[in-house]
């Protein structure tokens, strides 16, 4: 049987750490849940870690056949498909991976992507966002800023 897996994404920083968070379903059930903290990176760094996390995570799945990815930051998802050179081209790259034997496993394999604001309050992205927001994290060396 195969099945969808449902990837919601969020991130954002505060106290100069990057929090990103996923969590991904598969028939209605969590499957995982990822929070990652870093210092010193963006938070489109830090949500393109997020939708890579996923992607792995449920290509490597082999009752998986559709993959959707639901991010509020689209233009970074997009930034997978971008052959120029920036920022996030190593993560970009890792994906793309993926993606390749997960798209060339099955002919049928599908890969997704939703773009869903916080205040749509879907369910699945309404939950990452209330736990990202809830979670205060604090730098735990201290630090200067100039």
């Known amino acids: 049987m195969h099945t969808i897996a449902i990837i919601a994404t969020d991130a954002s920083i505060k106290n100069n750490i990057a929090t990103s968070i996923l969590h991904m379903h598969t028939s209605n059930q969590s499957l995982i849940k990822m929070l990652h903290h870093a210092a010193f990176v963006t ?3 830090a949500e393109l870690f997020a939708i890579r996390c996923g992607i792995n995570q449920a290509s490597t799945k082999e009752n998986i056949s559709k993959i959707i990815v639901v991010t509020n930051s689209i233009y970074v998802a997009k930034k997978i498909f971008d052959p120029l050179s920036h920022l996030l081209q190593i993560h970009a ?3 793309l991976k993926e993606l390749y034997h997960f798209l060339s496993r099955n002919p049928n394999n599908l890969i997704k992507f939703w773009e869903s604001s916080s205040h749509l309050n879907w369910h699945p992205h309404k939950a990452v966002d209330h736990e990202l927001k809830s979670f205060n994290s ?3 060396f201290s630090y200067k800023t100039f």
């Open 43 to 45: 938070s489109a760094e």
């Open 138 to 140: 604090m730098p735990i």
């Open 93 to 95: 790259v890792a994906i």
